[in-house]
């Protein structure tokens, strides 16, 4: 599977972007996918997920209520709508897919099992 993010680019504080993930190799329909991220200098960390079917979601304490992840399983596509950003948010996003098919939960233990296949896109936030 390959998992192709973009959309990213260099924003003002309180901007908005839209990132895309274009899911190939597989049908992504039976899988959860998420967005992870990696800001300079730390960890990757989780930042949202969905189920693979009824749209359930699931964030991360830092995004929820200004990030929405959506999907469109016709088009295997993903999506992650990112409002009000802050210079914090700075940070290489991927798109990621769970290992398994059709598991989710809203629970840090499911996010573990997000895998990100393919590069990340660049969104960086200035102040």
């Known amino acids: 599977v390959q998992l192709q993010a973009s959309g990213g680019g260099l924003v003002q504080a309180g901007d908005s972007l839209r990132l895309s993930c274009e899911v190939s190799g597989r049908s992504s329909s039976d899988y959860a996918m998420g967005w992870l991220r990696q800001p300079p200098g730390k960890e990757r960390e989780f930042v949202a997920g969905?189920?693979?079917?009824?749209?359930?979601?699931y964030y991360t304490n830092a995004v929820k209520g200004r990030f929405t992840i959506s999907r469109d399983n016709a088009k295997n596509t993903v999506y992650l709508q990112m409002n009000s950003l802050k210079p914090e948010d700075t940070a290489v996003y991927y798109c990621?897919?769970?290992?398994?098919?059709?598991?989710?939960?809203?629970?840090?233990?499911?996010?573990?099992?997000?895998?990100?296949w393919g590069q990340g896109t660049q969104v960086t936030v200035s102040s």
């Open positions: 990621a897919a769970d290992d398994r098919p059709r598991r989710f939960s809203q629970s840090i233990t499911w996010s573990n099992h997000l895998r990100a």
């Open positions: 969905i189920s693979w079917s009824h749209g359930r979601t």
